[in-house]
């Protein structure tokens, strides 16, 4: 059975801050509230921390829109994923780790519409085994039972396998309590380092690691 190597999808193999930075700036344009108000969304917004419908319920107080909480957000999610991108070479990366003999997939909290659109729009697709998102499993990270959905998803098994991703307590701890071994993407945003296996500052330079370890035999 081959090695798994299961990724985290926002701010991991997709850069999502910058796809909700453009949102907030169309959606702030669109009602002209101004930049002050993008700045505004960017900050309430956390880096994704805050749940979106508590999110869009203080958008929607701040600003007086009409509209309900629950059709901005069904709108977000419908925008959201044509403005997301993938890290240059990361759809190469996944390509080179599957050819080395690795099963890869991802699990990600969300709400599945926006969820897997982002992975069918940036062609993550079609560059991995298998993915679980929590809207959609009715678990989350990390919660252990969406990693074994992964693996399962993936034709592959948790034991021996690695969890990458930048969340030190849904991707790290989570990963390490579903019997994983964890990298850490370091995104420099001053959250304490957790107790992963290894820290890197870029998801291309955690595939070529696991690629050197499968070329190294201490993966399985």
């Not at 600003?63 to 994923?81: I, K, M, Q």
């Not at 969820?115 to 252990?144: C, F, H, M, N, Y």
Request: aromatic share 8%.
């Amino acid at each position: 059975m081959p090695p798994l190597a299961l990724f985290d999808l926002d701010n991991t193999l997709i850069d999502r801050l910058g796809a909700f930075r453009l949102w907030a700036a169309e959606f702030a344009a669109g009602r002209g509230l101004g930049q002050d108000a993008v700045r505004w969304l960017v900050r309430l917004d956390a880096d994704g921390s805050v749940p979106m419908d508590v999110f869009f319920a203080r958008v929607r107080e701040r600003f007086g829109l009409a509209e309900p909480v629950g059709e901005l957000w069904r709108d977000y999610r419908g925008r959201l994923p044509y403005l997301v991108e993938c890290r240059g070479g990361v759809l190469a990366g996944l390509d080179r780790l599957r050819a080395a003999g690795w099963a890869v997939g991802i699990v990600t909290n969300g709400m599945a519409d926006n969820q897997t659109g982002k992975i069918r729009r940036t062609g993550l697709a079609g560059r991995v085994d298998g993915w679980a998102i929590s809207g959609a499993e009715g678990v989350r990270k990390p919660d252990t039972r969406l990693f074994e959905i992964a693996a399962v998803r993936c034709g592959a098994v948790l034991e021996g396998g690695w969890m990458v991703g930048d969340d030190p307590d849904k991707d790290v701890a989570g990963g390490h309590a579903a019997g994983l071994r964890t990298i850490w993407i370091d995104r420099g945003t001053g959250v304490p380092a957790p107790t992963a296996d290894l820290a890197v500052d870029d998801v291309l330079a955690a595939v070529e690691a696991l690629i050197r370890m499968s070329g190294g035999g201490d993966a399985r």
